[in-house]
């Protein structure tokens, strides 16, 4: 098996003339945590969507390979039965179908029906306000427990790799802790996770390793641990 589960190399993206991601590195290891933090703009979510081929049309040089091969970027709908699921920005739940409809949802390339089943009650325990809920409307929740039926919906299918965009974004501060206790214990269980985020304290105290993006290139990389008591991303990510 490939050690690298995310390799991208020389990743460059434009949109029309402005110059999103600038000839990027960037590896995710089995079994790692790995944040990739900065500004509004530095490119993050490019970055994310060029490995799942969700870009809009625009000029896209480089390498990305999964598990030691090559992503098609036009076969974005494959990306769940390669096991390599994504949480966007904004969440993506299917707002006119329930949240039990969601669950399965994510679960579609199974057909394990007890393990399915399993792992519904499983994220309903994790998340009590989805079970209170499961026969309402996902459109109906609030931004932060759509954000917790993402996350679920995302781990029905036992990714490989798990992508997640600004997973705290817009969410209260109990919902931030919630979600990043999950994305732990995901971690923990063994999920690779690629995590884009502007909470830099937040991804940096869960991670194993970092990079931090500036205006379109990685401006440092290294132990996430260590990136916490740098003073460079002290003064410019951790309001030290
Ligand atoms: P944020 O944290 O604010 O989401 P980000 O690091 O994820 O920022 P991107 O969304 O990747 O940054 O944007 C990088 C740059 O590319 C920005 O200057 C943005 O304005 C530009 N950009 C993003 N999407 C498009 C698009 N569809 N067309 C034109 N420019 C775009």
Partial sequence: MADNVLKIAGLKVAYGGIKAVKGIDLEVNRGELVTLIGANGAGKTTTLKAITGTLPPCKVEGTIAYLG??????????????????????????????????????????????????????????????????????????????????????????????LLDEPSMGLAPIMVEKIFEVIRDVSQQGITVLLVEQNAKLALQAAHRAYVMESGLITMTGDAQDMLHDPRVQAAYLGE
């Fill in 69 to 162: 091969q090559p992503l098609n970027a036009n076969k974005s709908f494959k990306l769940v039965e390669q096991k390599l699921a994504m949480v966007p920005e904004g969440r993506g739940v299917f707002t006119r179908m329930t949240i039990h409809e969601n669950l399965l949802m994510g679960a579609y390339t199974r057909t394990d029906k007890a393990g399915i089943d399993a792992d519904v009650d499983k994220w309903y325990a994790v998340f009590p306000r989805l079970k209170e809920r499961s026969g309402q409307l996902a459109g109906t929740l609030s931004g932060g427990e759509q954000q917790m039926l993402a996350m679920a919906r995302a781990l029905m299918c036992h990714p490989t790799l798990l």
